[in-house]
């Protein structure tokens, strides 16, 4: 079946460090959402990516997706404490009625 | 809008009894879904629903089951519970049709012992 890997699956930083997670499909993604997760917290909806390609940015953080649609990253720069968490990339199977989920990147950062 | 809601928060459970998980949303969305996190697997999906009276098995289906008899709740039936059932389980719930975000739930950690 469809397989999306992640990683690194843990990274840990210096406050002020950049943070790069990369998500890697199987198969060629209609989309791609990335989620956050804090520590104790449940997954939170960061972003969609749809085109080849196609680069977001939200402030600190920059998402891409590959031009093949079958790999994107997320790049954060200069980490701050409320960066830290576990992001998660997923991609649409079944007709996109359901999301298959990378196992996650644990975001650590020493202040 | 308190957007998806699950009961309990915390449950304890020994080996072979039984328990329901409540998941509830109050944004209309017709597609629902139950996920367990282990540490280091990320999210599986266990089973989901694509509307009221409609079930689907997802990843990790044995030992569960799910009932969506009102559009609004989804729940996660174990009939009888084993240690390997430990977990955190997330519920989640979004519109249909096209690419949209899930919502999540806060989640039910699970302790079989």
């Known amino acids: 079946g469809q397989q999306v890997m992640q990683i690194p699956q843990y990274q840990h930083v210096q406050e002020g460090e950049d943070f790069t997670t990369y998500c890697n499909s199987s198969t060629t993604l209609s989309n791609i959402q990335w989620y956050k997760q804090r520590p104790g917290g449940h997954p939170v909806f960061l972003i969609q990516?749809?085109?080849?390609?196609e680069v977001k940015k939200q402030k600190r953080l920059t998402f891409q997706f590959g031009e093949a649609k079958k790999n994107s990253s997320l790049h954060i720069t200069a980490t701050q404490t409320t960066d830290v968490g576990t992001y998660f990339c997923?991609?649409?199977?079944?007709?996109?009625?359901?999301?298959?989920f990378g196992q996650g990147t644990r975001l650590t950062i020493n202040p | 809008n308190a957007g998806v809601t699950q009961t309990p928060k915390f449950r304890v459970l020994k080996t072979g009894q039984s328990m329901t998980l409540l998941c509830a949303q109050d944004?209309?969305?017709?597609?629902m879904y139950w996920y367990r996190q282990d540490p280091g697997m990320g999210l599986r999906l266990i089973h989901y629903?694509?509307?009221?009276?409609?079930?689907a098995k997802g990843e990790v289906p044995d030992g569960y089951n799910v009932s969506r008899l009102k559009k609004q709740n989804f729940l996660l039936g174990l009939e009888s519970a084993a240690p390997s059932q430990t977990s955190v389980y997330f519920c989640?719930?979004?519109?249909?049709?096209?690419?949209?975000?899930?919502?999540f739930g806060p989640g039910t950690r699970l302790t079989v012992t």
């Open positions: 989640a719930s979004r519109l249909a049709g096209g690419a949209y975000e899930q919502y």
């Open positions: 629903s694509v509307g009221e009276g409609t079930t």
């Open positions: 990516l749809v085109k080849s390609g």
């Open positions: 944004m209309n969305h017709e597609y």
């Open positions: 997923a991609g649409p199977a079944e007709g996109a009625q359901k999301l298959v």
